[in-house]
Structures are given as C-alpha cells and as structure tokens.
C-alpha cells in the first residue's frame, strides 16, 4: 500500500507540473512569473518565521524604561511609561528589521512618537521599516529636505500609511505616561546637519535624562542658559570631540554618561579627550560597544542600569 501511495504522489507531481508548464505557454506567454511568485511567497514566510524566533515579552511596571538600543555606530533610543511609548531614532538602514523585531519582541506594537533627530542615515536609516511595522501616533523630524534614498524611503512609507511629517518647535512638551518630553534644540536650517537635531529633555518625577543627537558644542552653547541639570546624558555624535565641552559638561553635572557607539568604528568615537573630561568629573560612563544595549529603569527617584547583549547591533 505504502508503495503504490509514493507511486500515485510521484504521477501526481508530474500531472500538476504539465499542467503547469502547459499553461505557462498557452495563457502565460511562457513567463514563469505566477510560480515565482507562489514561491517567493513561502520562501518570504519562511524568512518572516525565522527573524520572529526571538521573543521576550517584557513585564513592564509603572516604572520610566530607557533603553539605549545596541544599533552599533548609530543611536536609537526607546522611552516607555505606563503603556506610552517614544522611540528616537532607529539606526542604520541594516537595523531596521532588527530593531522592529526586538521591539516587537518586547510586546510593543504601538509608537505613541517617533523622532528622527536629524537626516543623517546612523539615525534615520531604519525609520522606514518602524513606521511600516507599527502603529505610529506621530512622527517627527526637522523639516531640512535631503536628497537621499534614506529620507525618501521614510517619506513613502509616511505616504502610505496617511502619517503627516510634523516638525517640533522649541519649548514643545509631550506626555510619556507620567513622563515629560520637552524640545530644547532642533533647527530647519544649518550648514552642518548635525546642529538641526531635535535635543530632548525628558523629566520623570526627579529625575531628567538629556538626549543630544548628535547637536554640537554650537548647540550646546545656545543652552547653557536654559534648565540643563540632568542625572543622565546621552553624548552628542558619539562621543566625538565636536560635542560635549567643558562648560556644557559642568552645567548638565550628570551622574551617568551613555555613549551610543560601534565596536572599533572607523570614527575612534569616542574620543580619549571627551572620556578623559567625563572621568575628571567622576561620571559613570556606559558605551552601547561595551555594554550592549543599556536600559535604565527609574521609579522617579532612584536609577538603576541593566545591561544585554542584543542581536540589533547591524554594523
Ligand atoms: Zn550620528
């Protein structure tokens, strides 16, 4: 029995395939793009299955979550408190299904904001395959216009989600859950990208987390004057010399420094020099390329770090 239902499986194939082939030339003028089809079909859920293997839903309490997202030579930053979500740029382009798959993973399906902090690909590069794979709130960025493949992936897929680009203003505010986001720099309009960044304070209870872009010393100076102080702060680009000066340094007095920075990038970020002023003043200094992906957790008073090796870091 067994052998003649082998028999029958093998005649089978072999009707289908005529039939098959018969139809490629009779309806299909011989182009075979129907089974190309059908197969590129099960080889892309095959491909879907084997990305979506790691999940670790996270339990979150009423806590404020920062995780400084291991994208290698780039930023990208996740805000969460009591089901509200910011996300801060998203990588390179080669992060993107990474960084949709780990937040995915996380048990996040909703962006209540996005950032692109400025038009450069190490922060923008996987925006386009959030903004396809989540249900986004709003989206921001500064209305510099760029000619790049990067930037205009990100506006296609606006496009076809219906998502307006909307553009921030100084002194803005956005609610995270009990958490506030409040715009302190972003420009439409500056020779040197870097300086149009959307910079973030982010004030919990507390305590406050300064998020720079990769704004340089020309920005930080412009806010010397406001309400800097803050227990943490995320370098400007890297660590590179361009950013983070004395004077800035002194008046933000955090107690943490988080440097989002690739393994042996061909930059040398983050420079001895920026390091040597951070340990002058006693702060504790933690690189995405040496811990993994940070994730700070504050109820409001106290912080505490933790620290994992992610599959995010994409190069
Ligand atoms: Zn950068």
Known sequence: MARRKRKYRKELILIISIIIFIYSIFFDNGNYEFIEEILGKYIQISMQENENIEVKPVNFTDNLYIYFIDVGQADSILIHNKN????????NNEDGKLLVNYIKGMGINKI???FGTHAHEDHIGGLDDIIDNFEIENFYMPDQVITTATFED??????????????????DKYNIGDGILEILNISNNES???????????IYGNISVMLMGDASKKVESKLLNKNIKSNVLKLGHHGASTSTSTEFLKKVNPKYAIISVGTNNIYNHPTQTILNRLNNQNITIYRTDK????????????INFEFEKTNTNGG
């Open 84 to 91: 509200t979500n910011a996300l801060i740029d998203a990588g």
């Open 112 to 114: 209540n904001y996005v």
């Open 154 to 171: 990100i506006l296609t897929s606006l496009e076809n989600k219906q998502l307006a680009f909307q553009t921030p203003k100084i002194g």
């Open 192 to 202: 040197d990208i870097n300086d149009t960044s959307i910079v973030i304070k982010l």
């Open 291 to 302: 811990n993994g992906t940070i994730k700070l957790i504050s109820d409001g008073n106290t």
